[in-house]
């Protein structure tokens, strides 16, 4: 649960508000935010909804906030989907480096 604190300061929002939104006691969301007990799959998606977020993001398995579903794009294949979700879970250090590597492509093509 790395993010929820950080959303839930973000949004302006209380403990006990935020467990009230989740049909939950505030030592719940206290108990979530400081690693002592993890939420069940149904608050994962509804804490994911409060947020706008993915339940990826929510527990820490990536730094990207967007959820999968935001994207704007028209259908994406398997294949890119697959991508899409190596990318984003990838470190930092990874992505600049496959984001140089698009940019100069795309530099490139331009230029043709």
């Known amino acids: 649960m790395?993010?929820?604190k950080v959303l839930r300061i973000k949004k302006k929002m209380s403990q006990q508000c935020?467990?009230?939104q989740l049909n939950l006691s505030?030592?719940?969301v206290y108990k979530y935010e400081n690693h002592l007990s993890e939420p069940d799959i149904k608050t994962l998606k509804k804490l994911s909804e409060i947020f706008n977020t993915s339940i990826d993001y929510i527990v820490g398995n990536t730094d990207d906030p967007r959820r999968l579903?935001?994207?704007s794009e028209t259908a994406l294949t398997d294949h890119e989907l697959c991508f899409l979700r190596y990318y984003r879970n990838l470190p930092d250090q990874r992505r600049q480096i496959i984001d140089s590597l698009l940019e100069d492509y795309?530099?490139?093509r331009?230029?043709?």
Do not use: F, G, I, V
């Open 26 to 28: 505030q030592q719940a």
């Open 2 to 4: 790395n993010h929820l």
């Open 110 to 112: 331009l230029r043709e």
């Open 69 to 71: 579903d935001s994207y």
């Open 106 to 108: 795309n530099h490139d």
């Open 18 to 20: 935020l467990a009230d």
